[in-house]
């Protein structure tokens, strides 16, 4: 980066030395702002930014009007969250602008946002209503 940056990344696996590239999968660019805003439930919407079904993996971002809830469900699977602006809670507390929770398998919780949230989740598995 000529002028440096700032970045967010998860890994799921590790990195090792190349010489070349050869015939390998390309990296992947997506326009987030490009992507459309759907309906998740009442005051949450998602975009849905990367998904990898056969694997149970999905990158979205959902963004929480003031006042929105997801009620009492469970994690198959992990999840990370990060919160580009507001705040949501869950039963562990308040996770502010710039921080990260994570929810690991079996986690059951509710989220709720005072002033509304706009996060950055990466999802490993599903989730059930309780």
């Not at 999968?25 to 459309?36: D, K, N, R, T």
């Amino acid at each position: 980066s000529k002028n440096g940056a700032t970045i967010l990344a998860v890994l799921t696996g590790g990195i090792e030395s190349a010489t070349e590239i050869k015939n390998t999968p390309p990296s992947q660019v997506f326009a987030i702002s490009e992507i459309e805003w759907k309906e998740a439930r009442p005051g949450v919407r998602q975009k849905p930014i990367w998904e990898d079904k056969a694997a149970e993996r999905r990158a979205i971002m959902a963004r929480f009007e003031p006042g929105a809830m997801l009620p009492l469900h469970k994690h198959i699977g992990d999840e990370l969250i990060f919160i580009i602006e507001g705040s949501n809670a869950d039963e562990s507390g308040t996770v502010a602008t710039g921080n990260m929770s994570y929810r690991p398998n079996g986690c059951t919780h509710t989220v709720t946002t005072k002033n509304g949230a706009t996060a950055l989740a990466f999802v490993w598995g599903k989730t059930e209503m309780v």
